[in-house]
């Protein structure tokens, strides 16, 4: 999925970015601490455009926290703006010094700057939203402690280069620096803007868990959210959980491609083989379905054929 992040720095034509293939939305709250004066005056208005366009949007607060205690503050004033509403993507903590503040505050030790991500990502999770962290490569690598930091989405400013060399989930390809544009932003008056990359399904992600105020719209947790390869005379297993495993239903779209057989049952789990019996090459999407009703009916990931 493409995006772009902005802030009251950018103007937005919004009805001109989704034209232009806009497929999802960083949006800035605010920043530093818990005060109105700092929250981004472009907030609310970009919330209600995206919504009213079915652009899905998550959020960011650009961090000043100099200590866990600022950071306590921080988490309370992203609390505060995104209460009632519902992001369909992550909600960050962005960790960058791009005005020079910390460092000329006295930057925190490593300790200090991972535990004010953790203060406001641990307040965000218990709250129920989807928590990450923003850091460019230097920051990940001299900064941080990201080991302690992998149970929340990690957003990676890495632009300029063709892939991110980091897992993460989500990516900023390019910023004005690097030739990022969209169609219908600006800032500055200049044609430019940071533009992203979504490598998960975060919408998906968060109505299935329910988070971001969502409610969990899908009783069925399940193992794989990968796509798969296997050739013919192989099976995948796949783990589907629900609070009653007798109902839950593992299906091809196209089922003269593979088979799906039920193969055992343990406590709230119930164990599946996805067998090929199609030709090489061909693929069909793996559904799930919980006691027959078509309303919780999903896509949950691809099964292709090998060579």
């Not at 949007?57 to 600022?70: C, F, M, P, Q, V």
């Not at 302690?148 to 900023?172: I, T, V």
């Not at 868990?209 to 990968?226: A, R, V, Y």
Request: net charge negative; proline share 6%.
């Amino acid at each position: 999925m493409k995006g772009i992040d902005v802030s009251a720095d950018n103007h937005v034509e919004w009805e001109t970015a989704k034209e232009g293939g806009l497929e999802f939305a960083m949006l800035r709250c605010g920043y530093g601490k818990d005060l109105a004066s700092q929250d981004d005056p472009s907030f609310a208005g970009n919330v209600s455009a995206c919504e009213q366009l079915n652009i899905p949007w998550g959020t960011y607060l650009y961090s000043y926290a100099l200590n866990t205690e600022d950071a306590r503050s921080e988490l309370a004033h992203i609390l505060r703006l995104v209460k009632d509403r519902k992001p369909l993507f992550p909600v960050v903590l962005d960790m960058e010094d791009a005005d020079g503040y910390k460092e000329k505050h006295g930057m925190p030790s490593r300790r200090v700057l991972t535990d004010i991500i953790k203060t406001v990502c641990d307040g965000l999770k218990k709250a129920g939203y989807l928590a990450g962290y923003y850091v460019n490569k230097s920051w990940h690598d001299h900064m941080i402690y990201p080991d302690e930091l992998k149970e929340y989405e990690f957003w990676y400013a890495r632009p300029g280069y063709r892939k991110p060399d980091l897992d993460c989930g989500l990516w900023q390809n390019n910023i004005p620096a690097t030739g990022g544009e969209w169609p219908g932003v600006t800032t500055g008056g200049e044609n430019e803007c940071d533009t992203d990359v979504s490598l998960k399904d975060y919408p998906q992600i968060v109505r299935d868990e329910g988070l971001n105020n969502w409610p969990k719209t899908n009783p069925i947790s399940i193992d794989t959210t990968m796509d798969v390869t296997k050739t013919r005379g192989q099976w995948y297993g796949v783990k589907c959980t629900a609070e009653d495993p007798a109902k839950i239903e593992l299906y091809p779209g196209t089922p003269d491609i593979v088979t799906v057989i039920p193969v055992k049952r343990e406590g709230d789990s119930q164990f599946f083989l996805v067998v090929p019996i199609g030709q090489p090459g061909q693929s069909t999407g793996i559904w799930t379905r919980y006691g027959g009703d078509e309303e919780t009916a999903q896509r949950r990931f691809v099964f292709k054929i090998g060579q």
